[in-house]
């Protein structure tokens, strides 16, 4: 696929080990649809029976299937569309799973000082991306400040198990943790059925837990970006990292986009400006022990640009990789704890 810029950099694949033998247990294996991505589960334990695949594979089909009732925007009828359609003050009872990410949505949104905000989809849908019929187009000034008197993490009220918002058309939009979230809870549904070494992966987020086949680390290959715009169209050293109970998340600017008078804009929303992210940071990769966290902070990345995004990760000592293009130069600044991962 032709784009002003390819990354490849969200393609991630488990790395062979020459370590196994032929005649050695292999993976036990489960893959599908979920949130509008491909899911991917890999284990091995003592019994790996195709009775235990089937069972594994129905508990994680469950887990997603709930989930996708809960977050999903694109469907009408899921708890989020319903608050998305409330009135201002309504009450909305919050499960233990909707309640859970928001509170987790805020944690992310104080720690990055607003970077990260779950009540952009107002903002997103004016600028043509998530579930619109609009076109994609740069908005007005006018458009823009109309609906930020609406989006924002002040208009929502948590307490306990309910959920108000202030405004009639604040909505949530979780597209930027719920794939973290999700990998989290197929996690724990593994733990639960005695399941201690695995891998699983939805939409390129991944978490890991135990060891491979052979005894060794998770070893998780990334593909970096190919810049088009760059006469030789330079490749990036592949990065590998290593991973044993770490969740690895990356967000960037590949996936939706539009191209207009010349500039590139992503649809990752600056939650204080209200305006399309211009490329500048094109991919942000972090580690950490919360997959739905490292969702989040990777979004969040992005929104800062590339300065503020490296101060952040340096400051709050983050395991974080960022790719920025600017000036027709791409850069990769990586922290000293994500180079530990590295091999």
């Known amino acids: 696929m032709l784009r002003i810029i390819q990354l490849l950099f969200a393609f991630i694949v488990l790395e062979p080990s020459s370590a196994i033998a032929n005649d050695a247990p292999r993976l036990a294996q489960v893959f599908g649809r979920t949130m509008g991505n491909a899911y991917y589960v890999a284990w091995h334990s003592e019994k790996t029976s195709a009775e235990q695949v089937g069972e594994v594979r129905s508990h994680i089909e469950q887990r997603l299937h709930a989930l996708n009732l809960s977050f999903s925007n694109w469907n009408l009828d899921s708890d989020i569309s319903r608050f998305n359609q409330s009135g201002a003050l309504q009450a909305t009872k919050l499960n233990p799973d909707l309640q859970k990410i ?15 905000d779950v009540t952009l989809g107002p903002l997103v849908k004016l600028w043509g991306f998530g579930p619109s019929n609009r076109q994609r187009s740069i908005p007005t000034i006018e458009e823009i400040r109309n609906v930020q008197a609406y989006t924002g993490m002040q208009h929502l009220i948590i307490e306990g198990d309910q959920l108000y918002k202030d405004h009639p058309a604040t909505e949530i939009d979780l597209s930027a943790i719920a794939k973290g ?4 809870e197929v996690s724990k549904q593994l733990t639960s059925l005695g399941i201690h070494n695995f891998l699983i992966e939805i939409g390129g987020e991944i978490t890991t837990a135990g060891y491979a086949l052979d005894q060794q680390n ?5 593909e970096s970006p190919v810049v088009k715009e ?35 804009y992503s649809h990752i929303i600056n939650p204080i400006t209200g305006r399309s992210v211009l490329r ?12 739905a966290i490292a969702d989040g902070l990777a979004t969040s990345l992005i929104a800062m640009g590339t300065d503020k995004a490296i101060s952040f990760a340096q400051q709050h000592q983050l395991a974080a990789m960022i790719i920025s293009f600017q000036q027709g130069k791409i850069s990769v600044f990586e922290t000293p704890k994500f180079k530990r991962f590295e091999r």
């Open 102 to 116: 928001l509170l987790q949505s805020k944690n992310v949104h104080q720690l990055s000082q607003g970077a990260f």
């Open 181 to 184: 979230y999700a990998v989290d």
């Open 218 to 222: 998770w070893r998780i290959k990334i």
């Open 230 to 264: 760059q006469p030789t169209a330079k490749v990036l050293t592949s990065y590998r990292l290593h991973l044993s109970g770490e969740s690895v998340a990356t967000s960037g600017d590949y996936r939706n986009f539009f191209d207009q008078d010349g500039a590139h």
């Open 280 to 291: 500048d940071v094109v991919s942000a990769t972090v580690i950490a022990d919360d997959c």
